[in-house]
Structures are given as C-alpha cells and as structure tokens.
C-alpha cells in the first residue's frame, strides 16, 4: 500500500465487525483501529494514509436524531466532514446509507411485489453492472452472487456514480467521487458472522424470507460463502487500490 497505512473501522454492533476488510488489512500490514460508537467510543481524529470502514448495523438514516443512537447523527457529520477532506472510505450497508445521506441523498423502505409492500432483501443473490461502470470492469464480466440483508434502498446523492444493482434494489454499489465506495451488500461475511446473524436476527429474516427463513439462509451459505470467497476479496482488493492511488 503506498498512501494507505491504516484502516479505521467504525463499527456499531458486536457481531457486525470488518470480517473480510480485517483479514485483508493484515495480510497488507495495515494499522486497524476499531471504533465502537456503540458502546461510547469517540469519533476518532484522523489523518492522511487513513481509510474509513463503515460498517452496517440494524439502526438506519431515519434513525438519526433519535434517543436510542445518539451517536448516529454525529457519525453523520463526521462523515460528511471527512468527504469534504476527500478522505478514503468505504460504507457497508448502514454505511453506505450514512455516506450517500452526509453527500445528500437518502433512504426509503424497500418494497417489492404488486401492488409493492415492505419486504427485506435478504440472502444470496447476484449483482450486475451498470453501463456506467467503469472502475470495476474486470470483477463484473459476469454477476456475482453476493449477501444481501437489508430493509430500505438508498436514494443516491447527485454526485454519487451507480456501479451495480440487483434485481430487488438498485443502489447496490456506487461511488462519490473517487475516494468514498458505498456498497449495500455484505462483501466482509464469514461463516462465524453469518451464524451469529442467523442466531440474532431470526425476526428480521422471517419477515424478509418467511417461516423456513433461516433453513433457507443456510442452505444458500453452503452453497456460496466459499464459492464466492475470491471473488469478494478480490472487489476488498480492487477498492483498497482505487482508493490508495
């Protein structure tokens, strides 16, 4: 890594940690510090060769103001802050939501069906590419499967670039600029984060996938966390180095 030397991960649940950006960071030699607003820690101060790691959570951009986060709102501006420093970051889900609201945009209740009613996307499915595509080329030849565990879409900022979608929800993966990525998928999942998430969020997966929801989610973990192991730490790769130029 030439610019980057740290990864600054804000982090806001236990069992929704960096996973695969932890992994990757070490191999690279990189400093990680873990930011948990969750149980009080302060915004950090940060610094060039910094690169914040969002990660998701259950609260969401409505929640912001509200008695239960309040660290949410300060989380935003910190954001909104380090965008206008043109600081390096990453959002995963809930931090892809905070990135595209501090540059402008913001969220509604994904829907799905006709007439359309509420209903999370949750579970493996494929992401595409959109024609505007042209930072990730070489990873989107064909779609990839990738996790999906989520309740509201993001309505992007204007200066936010759309990279790919899924056939529920299009605001998959967009950029600002180029030096902040939002993804709303799980890209970090291990087999140890999933089944934690399985055990934690049983009412959130039956109302997205029903009675048999978790048998379903574990059937498709067989079937694709190791399959996809490469191809999603190749994408961690191939941000790292859009990032670090």
């Given at each position: 890594m030439k610019r980057i030397k740290r990864l600054l991960v804000l982090q806001h649940l236990e069992i929704e940690g960096p996973g695969l950006f932890e992994q990757f960071a070490k191999e690279k030699d990189l400093k990680i510090d873990v930011v948990r607003l969750d149980k009080k820690d302060p915004l950090p101060q940060t610094k060039k060769g910094d690169l914040i790691l969002i990660m998701g959570g259950p609260m969401g951009?409505?929640?912001?103001?509200?008695?239960?986060?309040?660290?949410?709102?300060?989380?935003?501006?910190?954001?909104?802050?380090?965008?206008?420093?043109?600081?390096?970051?990453?959002?995963?889900?809930?931090?892809?939501?905070?990135?595209?609201?501090?540059?402008?945009?913001?969220?509604?209740?994904?829907?799905?069906?006709?007439?359309?009613?509420?209903?999370?996307?949750?579970?493996?499915?494929?992401?595409?590419?959109?024609?505007?595509n042209k930072d990730l080329n070489e990873l989107f030849e064909e779609p990839f499967h990738v996790l999906h565990w989520h309740g509201d879409r993001i309505l992007l900022p204007k200066k936010a670039v759309l990279l790919a979608s899924s056939a529920r929800c299009k605001e998959q993966l967009f950029k600002i600029d180029d030096f902040a990525y939002g993804l709303q998928f799980h890209i970090e999942s291990t087999g140890e984060i999933i089944n934690k998430w399985l055990k934690e969020d049983r009412e959130f997966i039956l109302e997205g996938l029903g009675a048999n929801g978790q048998e379903i989610l574990r059937e498709e973990n067989k079937k694709y966390i190791d399959k996809t192991f490469l191809k999603r730490k190749l994408l961690i790769s191939k941000l790292f180095e859009l990032l670090d130029n």
């Amino acid at each position: 890594m030439k610019r980057i030397k740290r990864l600054l991960v804000l982090q806001h649940l236990e069992i929704e940690g960096p996973g695969l950006f932890e992994q990757f960071a070490k191999e690279k030699d990189l400093k990680i510090d873990v930011v948990r607003l969750d149980k009080k820690d302060p915004l950090p101060q940060t610094k060039k060769g910094d690169l914040i790691l969002i990660m998701g959570g259950p609260m969401g951009v409505k929640d912001i103001g509200s008695d239960r986060y309040p660290w949410l709102k300060l989380e935003r501006d910190f954001i909104k802050k380090e965008l206008e420093n043109e600081r390096p970051m990453i959002g995963v889900c809930l931090g892809a939501q905070l990135l595209a609201n501090a540059a402008g945009g913001n969220v509604e209740i994904l829907k799905y069906g006709s007439p359309p009613k509420a209903l999370p996307e949750i579970g493996w499915s494929q992401i595409f590419k959109d024609k505007s595509n042209k930072d990730l080329n070489e990873l989107f030849e064909e779609p990839f499967h990738v996790l999906h565990w989520h309740g509201d879409r993001i309505l992007l900022p204007k200066k936010a670039v759309l990279l790919a979608s899924s056939a529920r929800c299009k605001e998959q993966l967009f950029k600002i600029d180029d030096f902040a990525y939002g993804l709303q998928f799980h890209i970090e999942s291990t087999g140890e984060i999933i089944n934690k998430w399985l055990k934690e969020d049983r009412e959130f997966i039956l109302e997205g996938l029903g009675a048999n929801g978790q048998e379903i989610l574990r059937e498709e973990n067989k079937k694709y966390i190791d399959k996809t192991f490469l191809k999603r730490k190749l994408l961690i790769s191939k941000l790292f180095e859009l990032l670090d130029n």
